[in-house]
């Protein structure tokens, strides 16, 4: 085999491949999203509880995820139905 | 003169193809007025969440693996009992005129309306009162299939039918979840896993054989299932729902191929005559054909469960041809083999008038699902497959889809009771636990609850089956009301209509006859109910129409929504 026709035939191997993970993925895909979204979503008031006032032992340790968290912020909290951040000393918007 | 299924089957297949590429073609250019430039909702409001632009393929997979139960095999099944022609016809006709158009109609205006369901649509359209209306009567519908379904898998599970699926199947359910952890959790190569999967389904076929499972008996395998139904609604999607839906399309794909091309191989000849106008026991075949075969000609159910998610992920305009008609036309081919099976995959005459003696014989579920097997495995058996295996393998791909039917609804039931909920203002309803807690006894209530010695959901199937053709005739209703405030050509999808209405109408006015008369309060409650929500309904387009014709204004190819 020539390896242009080789390559053709890689090429559609990889399209297959992909089609089937769409296809697989595809379905679901708006299930799993929003599933792992509401995950995140605990995540981030875990992080964020001891800055509400909402005693967190592990605040010690989520303090350093706080700026890596950030820019999902402001995503959060107007999702939790709060139009500015909730905190005085925290602005967002 | 004898016709040969196999020249029969050709002619259907012939049709098909003709109609998707002149009557398809014709209703997306003329009437849907489909622009492939147009952004569509995946397109326009990409959040890589519910709209994501997606291949066509993959939709068209999807949308037909969705569509494709257990119904297409279950209706030819009964009504062959008329003779091959009658529902071969009205499979291949009802399919190219009615059932691909309603598909089609439906998606369109889903694309038109944000991806909204045509369900959704039509709530927006009816106001609150009717919304929750229409949530109970779904609610029961779906809750009373599933009731049948669990009775039916149960039957099939019985000693007397396939006990040796049992194995097979169960495990599948394990392979599927260990599928999902492999993806989702390991980042496993899809695939991998399927080539391995499917290797899995059909080993297990062999080992089912050996190890046929007779222990529990109907009422303990019920509770398994009711078991096994809240287990997969309350578990997260990409644990079992997604893998299983992923193997059960790609059974479902190799199991159909195998058919045909058993079936071709196979040559047969009809074993049932042509025409039978008159059976015995039987109700007049116009218009009982029409509503016996539902899925496999036209459902309305698939407006409602597919057109959301296929709609949010439509790439372009004009792929909705070939994933909203094309779909339809794909069940059909399966609904084409159920009448295939059943009258041609029958040994002789004497075998297949034995089955079919009586409308009574006819009409029972367990056994329709085994006329439909016994066929198929007939045809199977040619390309070598031995009897035992093909058996075994058609009823696991038949068992697998009651079952794949089962834990999605449960999860829609589940999403319904929530939804009401809401609605009422009832927070508890919407803990996923007490949800389905609900809808798996809303679905107990059907598959255990015996009136007059039968099971409830067997004798409200008829109910099912009518209010599955009555919601295609009201989706044809709202697909040509949008038309109309389009000024587009409405007969292509009004006359379909009127035809679905009529015949569903006449046949729910004589059941309601039949409850009255034998006193069965119980049956007559609920057909009354989805009796004149249905007229309500008409009435309410009638006046929808009324109005247009006094103020035509013609909108723009988009649906409005009607602020709260």
Not at chain 1, 60 to 68: A, G, H, I, K, V
Not at chain 2, 169 to 188: D, E, I, K, Q, Y
Request: with cysteine; glycine share 8%; charged share 15%.
């Amino acid at each position: 085999m020539s390896p242009s026709r080789l390559d053709g035939v890689r090429a559609r191997l990889a399209r297959a491949r992909t089609l089937l993970g769409e296809f697989y993925t595809a379905p679901y895909r708006g299930a799993v999203a929003r599933a792992r979204r509401d995950e995140d979503d605990l995540f981030m008031l875990f992080v964020f509880a001891e800055l509400m006032g909402v005693p967190n032992p592990a605040a010690y340790y989520t303090l350093e995820l706080q700026p890596l968290l950030l820019e999902r912020f402001h995503e959060w909290h107007t999702r939790m139905g709060l139009e500015h951040s909730p905190l005085d000393h925290f602005r967002c918007c | 003169m004898t016709m040969s299924p196999l020249l029969a089957a050709l002619i259907c297949i012939a049709a098909y193809v003709a109609a998707y590429r002149v009557y398809a073609r014709f209703l997306a250019e003329r009437v849907f007025a489909i622009d492939p430039a147009r952004p569509t909702p995946a397109v326009r409001f990409r959040d890589e969440i519910d709209y994501v632009p997606a291949n066509r393929y993959v939709l068209f997979g999807h949308q037909y693996a969705s569509i494709t139960g257990l119904s297409p095999m279950l209706g030819p099944a009964i009504a062959v009992i008329w003779g091959w022609l009658p529902a071969m016809l009205w499979v291949v006709l009802g399919a190219i005129f009615v059932g691909a158009v309603h598909d089609f109609g439906a998606l369109v205006v889903s694309i038109r309306a944000r991806g909204m369901s045509l369900g959704k649509v039509t709530e927006n359209l009816v106001g609150p009162r009717g919304k929750t209306l229409f949530h109970l009567v779904i609610f029961f519908l779906i809750a009373l299939a599933m009731g049948v379904f669990v009775h039916v898998i149960a039957v099939l599970f019985s000693p007397d039918f396939y006990p040796q699926a049992v194995l097979p199947s169960g495990a599948l359910v394990f392979v599927a979840a260990a599928m999902g952890v492999a993806v989702h959790r390991g980042g496993w190569s899809i695939r991998s896993l399927t080539i391995a999967g499917l290797a899995v389904a059909l080993g297990l076929a062999f080992v089912g054989i050996r190890q046929p499972v007779v222990g529990p008996s109907l009422a303990q395998w019920k509770w398994l299932l009711l078991a096994y139904a809240f287990g997969a609604s309350v578990l997260p999607v990409w644990l079992l729902l997604q893998p299983r839906d992923y193997i059960n399309s790609l059974l479902l794909y190799v199991g159909v191929g195998a058919m045909y091309v058993g079936f071709v191989a196979t040559n047969p000849s009809f074993a049932a005559p042509a025409v039978d106008l008159a059976p015995e026991g039987a109700p007049p075949i116009v218009p009982f054909v029409f509503v016996v075969i539902a899925c496999g000609a036209a459902s309305g159910f698939h407006a409602l469960m597919s057109s959301g998610s296929t709609a949010k992920q439509l790439a372009t305009e004009g792929d909705a041809r070939f994933v909203g008609y094309g779909a339809m036309i794909g069940e059909s081919l399966l609904g084409l083999m159920a009448v295939l099976a059943c009258t041609a995959g029958f040994v002789s005459r004497e075998a297949w008038l034995e089955r079919y003696v009586s409308w009574q014989a006819a009409d029972s579920l367990g056994n329709n699902i085994a006329a439909f097997i016994r066929g198929t495995t007939h045809f199977l058996q040619t390309l070598g497959i031995p009897e035992a295996i093909g058996g075994t393998f058609v009823a696991v791909i038949v068992v697998s889809f009651a079952l794949t039917s089962l834990d999605s609804a449960t999860r829609l039931l589940r999403y319904n009771v929530s939804e009401m909920g809401d609605t009422l203002g009832v927070d508890a309803l919407s803990n996923r636990y007490v949800a389905s807690g609900i809808a798996v006894v809303a679905i107990w209530a059907f598959a255990f609850i015996q009136v007059d010695g039968e099971f409830a959901g067997l004798i409200l199937w008829q109910l099912f089956g009518t209010t599955n053709q009555l919601l295609a005739g009201l989706a044809l209703l709202a697909v040509t009301l949008y038309l109309l405030r389009r000024g587009k050509p409405l007969v292509y999808t009004a006359a379909p209509m009127v035809f679905m209405l009529l015949s569903t109408l006449t046949v729910m006015s004589a059941n309601l006859t039949d409850f009255w008369k034998a006193g069965q309060w119980l049956l007559l409650a609920p057909a009354a109910i989805i009796f004149t929500l249905a007229v309500w309904l008409v009435i309410e387009a009638a006046l929808a129409v009324i109005r247009f014709r006094r103020n035509p204004v013609l909108d723009g190819l988009e649906v409005v929504f009607r602020e709260k």
